[in-house]
């Protein structure tokens, strides 16, 4: 018993800013997962496999297999679809983004994703994009809503809704088009939107 209110009483819930939490220690949570989904902790060689709340740290790998999808979410509530035959690196410890995506595509919000060739930042709070890598390992960069910036070799372009831009290895991002896929794109952001409103649980 004390008067004094900034003494920390048994009981008591104690609240840290993620900012203060050390970058390695930042969990994000595996909330969905269907069929094969794979992890690899990091400097491990071994692939196990991955099943729903598991914590995912700094430098963790994600792999989904064919007919496979995961969704994680990150420690700020950020969620990141995952779609089958890709791989990702969370918050990878060598290079900007929230996620770096080795292979196949992923599904962001607000998070920056990371590739090879370029890096996606989004620009407004409600920007909804797709990041994939194509057999070639050019990257494009789909944006269904809001806008983002793509960089890569120096050079930066602004992807508003409705267009895409392409990164091939060693160039400069290409001038913003239409998306060419754009019912697949509109499906993706219905049922992102959907997974977001229920924390990541919804079925696809």
């Known amino acids: 018993p004390t008067k004094d209110p900034t003494v920390a009483l048994p009981g008591m819930t104690l609240r840290v800013p993620i900012r203060l939490i050390k970058t390695q220690l930042r969990a994000a949570y595996l909330v969905y997962a269907i069929n094969r989904v794979l992890f690899r902790r990091t400097e491990t060689a071994s692939w196990k496999s991955g099943r729903l709340q598991m ?37 990878p410890s060598e290079k900007e983004g929230d996620l770096e995506l080795r292979s196949g595509s ?33 990257t494009r960069v ?15 372009v602004e992807v ?9 290895p060693g160039l400069a991002p290409e001038l913003p088009k239409p998306i060419a896929n754009l019912p697949e794109i509109e499906s993706r952001a219905f049922e992102y939107a959907s997974a977001v409103g229920v924390g990541g649980w919804a079925a696809p």
């Open 55 to 91: 914590e995912l740290f700094q430098g963790d790998s994600l792999r989904t297999l064919e007919d496979s999808r995961a969704r994680v979410k990150l420690l700020d509530k950020e969620l990141l679809s995952l779609e089958p035959n890709s791989m990702a690196i969370i918050k």
């Open 106 to 138: 992923v599904f962001a919000g607000r998070a920056r994703v990371v590739t090879a060739s370029a890096l996606v930042t989004p620009r407004t709070r409600d920007t909804r994009y797709a990041a994939t890598i194509e057999p070639d390992l050019t």
């Open 142 to 156: 789909d944006v269904f809503k809001g806008a983002a910036a793509v960089d890569a070799q120096g050079s930066r």
């Open 160 to 168: 508003p809704a409705g267009m895409s831009t392409r990164v091939q």
